[in-house]
């Protein structure tokens, strides 16, 4: 499992040119899962992600959460990031979980994730949706995380 976390000033997901949700400061996720991720893959890195220190203290430097500052998260499904392309141009997406399993695990993410820092601080898309994403990354700073599962 991949979470790409980047800090932003603001985010939002459009569907069909309608907003389904937006934060404004906070951790803008883009989550990939894979094939052979589990539950604990899923709250491993929800854990890692709320713990991730890349907002600043009062000297400048990365060293607060999410838990610590308050701010917001929103997560959005992207299997894309799974992509295989090592051979040829057309990426290949057979380490991409099929998506009634990956909806799952994007709600096991979601729910730790709410769980760790309250369900009024986590935002998501639409999952299996034609997504439009706006973001003021801030920084910049975007951070790749991975499941332990990904490091096999």
Do not use: W
Request: net charge negative; glycine share 6%.
């Amino acid at each position: 499992m991949i979470a790409l976390s980047q800090r932003v000033l603001e985010a939002s997901v459009t569907v069909d040119s309608q907003m389904v949700d937006h934060i404004s400061s906070g951790i803008l996720v883009l989550l990939g899962i894979r094939n052979d991720d589990t539950e604990n893959d899923a709250k491993y890195l929800a854990a890692k992600t709320v713990n991730l220190r890349i907002f600043p203290d009062d000297n400048d430097k990365m060293n607060r959460s999410l838990i610590d500052t308050g701010h917001e998260l929103l997560v959005v499904s992207q299997f894309t990031l799974h992509a295989d392309t090592r051979h040829g141009n057309r990426p290949s997406f057979t380490d991409a979980c099929e998506p009634e399993r990956a909806e799952h695990l994007y709600k096991t993410y979601i729910d730790e994730c709410k769980t760790l820092i309250g369900f009024d601080k986590v935002r998501k898309g639409k999952f299996g949706a034609m997504m439009k994403i706006k973001l003021i990354n801030d920084g910049p700073v975007t951070i790749i995380l991975r499941s332990k599962n990904d490091y096999q």
